[in-house]
């Protein structure tokens, strides 16, 4: 059974940075690709970055390209999502998933619980 679980979430000042972890467990995930996605309330849960587990791949939603980075730790079966230059619009819950079908932009059947994410202006 496949288990996420997100850390790093909080408060920060517009302009700061933050890291989320995604700790993947119970598979071998060679064949997957992993995201990120964001809801703020009242709004769509938005794809913001993805990468293939082999890292040979990668994706960032317009929104965030520059200022947001996808990567993965293999041994230590973690992703990553480093935000710089953090935006009062990225506030969000974030949610790390997981699609074993390694298309980035294809479906994802295993969801985190969500870290939020909230930027002061």
């Known amino acids: 059974q496949v288990q996420l679980v997100e850390s790093g979430g909080g408060l920060v000042q517009a302009g700061g940075s933050l890291r989320l972890s995604c700790a993947a467990s119970?598979?071998?995930?060679?064949?997957?690709?992993m995201g990120w996605f964001r809801q703020a309330p009242g709004k769509a849960r938005q794809l913001v970055a993805a990468i293939r587990w082999s890292g040979d791949i990668g994706y960032h939603a317009d929104s965030v390209k520059g200022r947001f980075t996808i990567s993965r730790d293999s041994a230590q079966n973690t992703v990553y999502l480093q935000m710089n230059s953090l935006r009062p619009e990225d506030t969000a819950v974030y949610y790390c998933a997981a699609n074993e079908g390694g298309i980035l932009l294809g479906y994802y059947a295993y969801w985190g619980q969500g870290t939020q994410v909230t930027v002061s202006a």
């Open positions: 119970g598979r071998t995930f060679g064949n997957y690709a």
